[in-house]
């Protein structure tokens, strides 16, 4: 797979002479950092919050007018807006999958038991730890282990994601240090360590935080809690089978196991029975409220009857990890951490966001697993940035086409679109029965549901060769050879499976 361009990140160094400690790292922050404001959703992860406190959290703060002053966004921890002690400000990356009209975001962060995965039946979470009522020591001798970076995307304005090497007494020592509040932590498998999800008690940036951070060895990786978007936007039969040459009767996934990281689902629906293996919920504490994106991935990709998918007799493994159409980065990771578990052959991703190295790493683990990553590419128009998990080395990011093989407007474009397949206007299941559906979502799925078909025929094929059948099978679209709208092209699984290993 060609190599892909990605976004550099954006840098400022510690001028000369520069020691560590508390004092030192703030002055070189303040001369020397270029970070992003705040948010435009007043993020939260408090379960105990009312929906109406929610819904004044989830307005952008510069509209916070009205909102109640017990738990509104006034008192919310994000910065208006202005600019203060000479801050750049960057425009935001993260994507809205439901733009007519926009989805406010939830809180989507599980409550997680000490080094343990998240469990829908756990709630022995430990309190968090009071904020430190002393001034905040960072502490010494230490060498800058990373300079500060400006933050693009949406994410939590009071959390920082954080790898920390050592046991629960020492992720208590580092937020004792850099006055921060242990909101939940665990092992990862696919990042291999112990992540914790720090609070912000005292209203400091996330990138100053974060700078500070990078000071300790104890902790090894240090990023935002972006937010995550699902990609959809909104009688006719479904032609994907047509178009990517699969023959609907001989179409078949029977027994390959399919990970899905989406909405919740309706698994009463009739297109679904038999369908879901197993389920996972990535944030216990939130109420399930949609469940149309999931099931319409989950159907897409494997449903029976007549709204069949492209895998029938594949085994689908449902992690919930978004609600209101949208997630965090810790609940993502948590659903991915579980898929892994479950011994998956594909993981589907039907959802984009901003670049993070956790969601980086734990994709290029998967990958170094055997799983084949496929990930919508983004509805968010020829312009947008790159879509992330899409855009990483080792994903297939696909766009979505329509029933004449033309390219859906709202696509992402960039030279990390990898392949095409049909998502515009295709009938799939939903909460409420069936829907007409349209986005690189649900092309996501087509492609997920055509890979289970490879996988069934030839279960020894590795992610790589499945990957290089794609690109060298693909019908050309757009101008010669790989390009940055359709990729490699459109699906063609017929010759993808008669393709040399």
């Known amino acids: 797979m060609a190599a892909k361009a990605i976004p550099g990140k954006v840098r400022r160094g510690f001028p000369p002479g520069i020691a560590s400690g508390p004092s030192a790292i703030f002055r070189a922050v303040i001369l020397t950092a270029t970070f992003v404001a705040a948010p435009a959703f007043a993020q939260t992860n408090d379960p105990s919050l009312t929906q109406k406190r929610l819904d004044c959290l989830n307005r952008k703060t510069g509209a916070g007018g009205g909102c109640d002053t017990d738990g509104g966004a006034k008192n919310g921890v994000g910065t208006s807006g202005a600019a203060t002690g000479g801050a750049v400000f960057l425009p935001a990356l993260i994507v809205d999958l439901f733009p007519n009209p926009p989805v406010p975001a939830g809180p989507q962060t599980p409550t997680t038991s000490n080094g343990t995965s998240p469990s829908n039946s756990s709630n022995n979470t430990p309190p968090p730890a009071p904020a430190p009522s002393g001034p905040v ?5 230490l060498n800058l282990a990373e300079p500060p970076r400006a933050i693009a995307g949406e994410f939590v304005p009071d959390e920082v994601l954080v790898t920390v090497t050592g046991d629960a007494g020492v992720v208590q020592q580092v937020a004792n240090s850099f006055g921060l509040q242990v909101r939940s932590q665990r092992q990862s498998r696919l990042l ?4 914790v999800r720090f609070g912000i008690t005292d209203g400091r940036p996330v990138g100053v935080v974060l700078a ?7 902790t090894q990786r240090r990023e935002p809690n972006h937010i995550y978007t699902l990609q959809q936007a909104a009688g006719i039969v479904n032609y994907a089978f047509d178009r990517i040459a699969l023959d609907a009767s001989q179409a078949s996934g029977e027994n390959v196991r399919v990970a899905v ?4 689902i309706d698994d009463t629906n009739p297109a679904l029975k038999g369908v879901i293996a197993d389920q996972y919920d990535a944030m216990p504490n939130v109420p399930i409220e949609k469940r149309d994106h999931g ?3 989950d159907g897409l990709i494997a449903g029976v009857g007549p709204l069949e998918g492209m895998a029938p007799g594949a085994k689908i493994y449902h992690a919930r990890a978004f609600e ?6 810790d609940v993502i990771l948590s659903a991915l951490d579980w898929a892994a578990e479950q011994n998956v052959r594909i ?5 984009v966001g901003p670049k993070n190295d956790l969601l980086g790493t734990a994709c290029r683990n998967a990958r170094a697993m055997g799983m084949v990553l496929v990930a919508a590419a983004g509805n968010n128009g020829p312009k947008a940035p790159y879509g992330y998990p899409a855009a990483f080395d080792g994903v297939i990011a696909v766009t979505a086409t329509d029933a004449k093989d033309g390219l859906m407007p709202q696509a992402n474009r960039g030279p990390y679109v990898f392949i095409s397949a049909p998502g515009v206007e295709m009938v799939a299941p939903s909460g409420a029965g069936s829907d007409v559906v349209t986005g690189t979502s649900f092309a996501a799925a087509i492609v997920s549901g055509a890979i289970a078909n490879l996988i069934r025929a030839a279960p020894g ?3 790589d060769e499945i990957e290089k059948a794609l690109a060298a099978t693909a019908k050309d679209l757009g101008p010669k050879g790989r390009d940055n709208d359709f990729g490699y092209g459109l699906v063609d699984i017929k010759a993808a499976g008669a393709a040399k290993e």
């Open 137 to 141: 020591t960072a502490p010494k001798d």
């Open 192 to 195: 291999g360590t112990t992540l």
């Open 212 to 218: 500070q951070l990078a000071a300790d060895g104890r």
């Open 261 to 264: 990281i989406d909405t919740g």
């Open 295 to 297: 099931t319409s991935v």
């Open 324 to 329: 209101g159409g949208k997630s965090t980065m």
């Open 347 to 351: 993981i589907n991703m039907s959802f």
């Open 461 to 463: 094929r590795t992610a």
